[in-house]
Nanobody, 129 residues
């Protein structure tokens, strides 16, 4: 497994969670990849939420999470985080992290699924009302 997403769980509305995306054993050196966070709610398509370009370049957020979610990197741990605050029931979904080998994975505000080459297994976030 090249990417591992973790940190999901059950939280009440208004609460917070921090998701982690790690590449154990530096199988991928995440600093050299654009990293994106996505989610997929039941019956819906996969939605791009946040991305950070190669070597901590530009960062973009979707309108649905802007101001509530923050993407960050810890290069020493080869881990990318998604801090999620003010969670609402509509945020309930399986959350995925992915790595893109080129900067087009996070470019001009776009976070296209097809630009991402490596995907984690997903972690479930459930927000209760």
């Amino acid at each position: 497994v090249q990417l591992q997403a973790s940190g999901g769980g059950l939280v009440q509305a208004g609460g917070s969670l921090r998701l982690s995306c790690a590449a154990p054993g530096f199988t991928l050196d995440l600093d050299y990849y654009a990293i994106g966070w996505f989610r997929q709610a039941p019956g819906k398509g996969r939605e791009g939420l946040a991305c950070n370009n190669i070597m901590g370049g530009q960062t973009y957020y979707s309108d649905s999470v802007k101001g509530r979610f923050t993407i960050s990197r810890d290069n020493a741990k080869n881990t990318v985080y998604l801090q999620m605050n003010s969670l609402q029931p509509d945020d309930t979904a399986v959350y995925y992290c992915a790595a893109a080998e080129t900067g087009y994975g996070c470019y001009e505000g776009k976070q296209e699924l097809y630009e991402y080459d490596h995907w984690g297994q997903g972690t479930l976030v459930t927000v209760s009302s």
